[in-house]
């Protein structure tokens, strides 16, 4: 079908107009692309996190590419300390000393003294190598009141047969500093001792932290800091199998190395089974993690566009030397309604198993593992996401998407090893949590 | 100690043999799989993109790092109008 | 008007999902592409001015109607970012040239018109725009990049390819051109003066 184009020699025209005005080739517009987006986080009754990001992209002369962005994350709210629930009234003190609180029976610890705001910015540039190759040199900081973390990062991208293949590389490595409220808590540091015996408390700092040990005077290492270095690498393949399918794969592997462990977190030390209140809490030690991890994944994602909608899934399996396995399934069918409007649910399936040292409980007389951790982070439970979000095209180039998600997280609440009293207790309480999410696309 | 989980087991082979033959025909036949540079009108689409929502996939992975002991293994770029 | 042939055999999509079929036909497409001479047409039955743009149907195109011209054969679309340097850019190579023995022919390679029409209205052409949608011309000139420029001398061989549209290319084209302008200003008349 022919377009008929009455207006041609009109349009060519002002064309030629237009150039012989200007007598020169128009110089192209550097536009910087920017993208917004704010999640709220809430689980019922314990923790609130508002994130928010914003990304920018400027093309820069000679095909370079300039990214930057800024996160901003506030943590209120509760979050479970590791210790068990159990049938009895249970009380803590906060990292910082100085809040005490108390747990009824029946429900699990919680401790509310996390509020804290995560700064965290990233700089990149993509430096072109001939027309084939680009490599990316990436910077990032982030800190928070307890923990720094400075990273780098390198990464070569080579398209092949007509940039119908992409193969990179990249590498990473940061350096982080751990600085927990009221210092480092020994391995294993048993909480009520110190309560029995005060004199015993060091308390150097503000905080004066129970069963904490501030660091010795005259050490390297400042006062009740921790180092941990992680590096990084991937290997990637991009590759587009036919005009509306596009698949990814990447292997990559991570060392973390130095303080892997989280310095406010309790494992329950329970009455031995046999005695007359087996299972209940007689006291709390600081966990320990191991000083080293190294993780493996795999992950593919490919994209599919069925007219104008697309379909994305992927796939991510990770294993580590802590144990710990996991699957990860994720869709999104993005719909598009009339010009201007899609609608994306959006579905999620994760399932890890335990790490080797997680223990709900440590048991009163036996002898101490080399490493245990009962952070419910590192046991064994799936996690189903749901979601859907709405995006509108409002005008040249600016984008509305407003998301709207829930987030269910379920393991073992019956372990076998249960023993005594904790039998009738929900150790592994369902995690359920609400997400919402307004992003924002635009470029000036 | 929790029971071993099977059915994740088994169903993570499949679906990791399945991923990881796919490169397969890749290695083998790169040359011929793919489309011709002026039929990329459908990967140049903002929504084909495979950090099509970098900014929010960024702020839920940090998210779940948070709640649960995975992270990462998502890439970089490709695909695309292919220009230049 | 009579129907000249196709100037490619046409594109078999199932060539991307069969490897041997595939290396078969992209072996053969590779052998039967553009030689120095350019790709094949019959002779033309009416040759449109090249001074008025307009838009051709890829059926209805022939290079042989530019004989006696350099022509810079662009491949763009509405979707190729870079084209939306290259286009108004291509207005400028024509204004520079195109009294000096350059036509500027500008292919686009949309499957939807629409898409291209936006384009135009937002990036005028004061040069003729050919449509192939089915990408024949592409295919015959074996395309690698979006965008892609040829510049054929006026015996219809192939001088040159520009495989993208990066900065610095403008400037290094334009001298192209003006050098292979001026060779043939020499060619033309030897041993006059200016």
């Known amino acids: 079908m022919q377009l008929s184009r009455p207006s041609s020699e009109l349009r060519s025209g002002l064309a030629a107009a237009t150039v012989a005005l200007l007598g020169v080739a128009p110089a192209p517009a550097r536009a910087t692309e920017a993208t917004s987006s704010a999640l709220l986080y809430t689980e019922p009754n314990r923790v609130t996190a508002f994130e928010t990001r914003a990304d920018f992209t400027r093309q820069l002369s000679r095909e370079r590419v300039l990214r930057y962005s800024f996160t901003l994350d506030a943590l209120t709210g509760a979050s479970p300390n590791g210790a068990l629930r159990a049938g009895v009234p249970q009380t803590f003190t906060g990292p910082s000393g100085t809040a005490t609180y108390r747990v009824a029976p029946g429900q699990t610890p919680l401790d509310d003294s996390f509020h804290d705001t995560r700064y965290a910015g990233s700089l990149s540039v993509d430096l072109p190598v001939g027309r084939l190759t680009t490599s990316t040199l990436g910077l990032n900081l982030s800190t928070e009141r307890d923990y720094f973390s400075a990273g780098v990062s390198a990464r070569l991208a080579r398209d092949l047969f007509r940039r119908n293949t992409t193969i990179a590389i990249g590498v990473s490595g940061s350096a982080d500093l751990v600085r927990p409220f009221g210092g480092t808590p020994d391995p294993f540091g048993l909480v009520s001792a110190n309560l029995a015996e005060p004199e015993d408390v060091i308390s150097t700092g503000p905080s004066g932290g129970l069963g904490r040990d501030d660091g010795e005077e005259g050490e390297g290492v400042p006062q009740g800091s921790e180092g941990k270095q992680v590096a990084d690498a991937l290997f990637g393949i991009t590759q587009v199998l036919n005009r509306t399918t596009i698949l990814q794969l990447n292997y990559s592997v991570s060392r973390a190395t130095g303080y892997l462990t989280d310095p406010y977190k309790l494992i329950t030390v329970a009455a031995a089974p046999g005695t007359a209140n087996a299972g209940d809490p007689l006291d709390y030690r600081y966990e320990s993690r191991p000083d080293t991890r190294f993780k493996q994944s795999l992950y593919a994602e490919s994209k599919h566009s069925f007219g104008r909608d697309v379909l994305d899934v992927s796939y991510r399996r990770m294993w580590d030397d802590w144990g710990i396995r996991s699957h990860t399934f994720e869709g999104r069918y993005r719909l598009e309604i009339g010009e201007h409007t899609a609608l994306e649910p959006q579905l999620r399936w994760y399932t890890q198993t335990a790490a080797d040292f997680y223990r709900h409980s440590l048991i009163d007389g036996e002898s101490l593992p080399s490493f245990a951790s009962a952070d419910t982070r590192l046991g064994a439970f799936d996690g189903w996401t749901g979601a859907v979000k709405y995006s509108r095209r409002l005008y040249s180039g600016h984008e509305l998407g407003v998301r709207l998600g829930y987030y269910v997280q379920s393991g073992d609440s019956s372990p076998p090893d249960a023993f005594g009293s904790q039998v009738s207790q929900d150790l592994f309480p369902r995690v359920t949590a609400v997400m919402t999410q307004v992003s924002y696309s635009f470029a000036f | 100690m929790s029971a071993p989980r099977r059915r994740p087991r088994s169903l993570g082979r499949i679906a990791l043999l399945a991923l990881v033959l796919c490169p397969v025909p890749v290695v083998s036949g790169c040359a011929t799989l793919g489309v011709e540079a002026w039929d990329r009108d459908q990967l140049a689409r903002p929504e084909m993109k495979l950090g099509a929502n970098a900014t929010e996939d960024a702020i839920d992975d940090h998210i779940y790092f948070s709640k649960e002991a995975s992270s990462g293994g998502r890439g970089f770029g490709g695909g695309g109008c292919g220009c230049n | ?194």
């Open chain 3, 1 to 194: 008007m009579i129907r000249p042939p196709r100037l490619s055999p046409p594109r078999r999509r199932v060539a991307f999902s069969h490897p041997i079929l595939g290396v078969a036909l992209w072996a053969g497409a590779v052998l039967a592409g553009p030689t120095a001479a350019g790709p094949p047409g019959t002779a033309a039955t009416s040759a449109p001015s090249a001074e008025t743009p307009g838009s051709i149907e890829a059926a209805d195109f022939r290079l042989e109607d530019y004989r006696g011209k350099y022509v810079y054969l662009d491949f763009w679309a509405s979707w190729c970012e870079p084209c939306q340097r290259s286009f108004p850019w291509l207005a400028h190579l024509e204004h520079l040239y195109g009294k000096s023995g350059l036509a500027v022919i500008a292919v686009n390679v949309d499957h939807d018109r629409k898409a291209a029409g936006k384009f135009l209205d937002r990036h005028p052409a004061a040069f003729p725009v050919v449509w192939d949608p089915k990408g024949e011309i592409a295919k015959a000139w074996n395309v690698e990049a979006m965008p892609s420029g040829f510049l054929i001398s006026p015996e219809g061989e192939k001088l040159a390819e520009h495989r993208g549209f990066r900065d610095g290319d403008a400037s290094a084209i334009e001298a192209e051109v003006a050098a292979a302008l001026a060779n043939q200003d020499r060619e033309d008349s030897p041993g006059a003066g200016s």
